[in-house]
């Protein structure tokens, strides 16, 4: 148990993707498409978005492909988990978030093949791609597991 956290790093993912789920349905059910609400004036908006695509609306449409990169991702993050992660706190939350992520943009393709997005943040002048929860949790997943491996651990395990 204490070496690999099953239990909290089980609570925090299920947390991440019950507030990804939440914050998508929300949007869905109670916003037009393409509404806007300015929370922090131009800098933070809630706008209601959708994407087929991946990052930037890459490979648009193409839902099998990911289908197929998804489902790699989460065996491959099982596989890392089980085999670098051992009593490494910030390998097994970076690994958490990134399936949390992964699993929340998945249930979006699966259900509507495009994936609810929201968060409009005006990023100094450059309008910076609306986002959604699960995006984030990936990218602060993918920011962890760099500052683990090039930081930190360098993959190693804990002292
Ligand atoms: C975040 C990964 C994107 C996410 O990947 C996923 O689902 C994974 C599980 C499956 C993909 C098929 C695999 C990754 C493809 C590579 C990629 O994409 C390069 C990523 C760069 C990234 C560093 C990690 C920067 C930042 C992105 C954005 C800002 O994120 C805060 C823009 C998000 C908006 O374009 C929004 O419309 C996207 C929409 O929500 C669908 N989301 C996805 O496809």
């Known amino acids: 148990m204490k070496q690999y956290r099953i239990l909290p790093m089980a609570v925090i993912g299920i947390i991440v993707l019950a507030i990804d789920q939440l914050t998508k349905y929300l949007v869905a059910t109670r916003m037009e498409l393409?509404?806007?609400?300015?929370?922090?004036?131009?800098?933070?908006?809630?706008?209601?978005?959708?994407?087929?695509?991946?990052?930037?609306?890459?490979?648009?449409?193409?839902?099998?492909?990911?289908?197929?990169?998804?489902?790699?991702?989460?065996?491959?993050?099982?596989?890392?988990?089980?085999?670098?992660?051992?009593?490494?706190?910030?390998?097994?939350?970076?690994?958490?978030?990134?399936?949390?992520g992964a699993v929340g943009n998945f249930i979006d393709r699966l259900l509507f093949q495009e994936v609810v997005d929201f968060a409009d943040v005006l990023l100094i002048a450059y309008d910076f791609p609306i986002f959604n929860v699960a995006d984030s949790a990936l990218t602060i997943g993918v920011i962890i597991m760099l500052i683990e491996v090039f930081i930190t651990g360098r993959g190693k395990e804990e002292k």
């Open 34 to 100: 393409g509404e806007s609400i300015p929370v922090l004036g131009e800098f933070f908006k809630i706008t209601s978005h959708r994407n087929s695509g991946a990052a930037w609306g890459m490979f648009e449409g193409r839902m099998l492909f990911f289908y197929i990169i998804t489902v790699l991702v989460l065996i491959l993050l099982i596989y890392f988990y089980k085999t670098e992660a051992k009593n490494n706190f910030l390998m097994q939350l970076g690994i958490t978030l990134l399936m949390a």
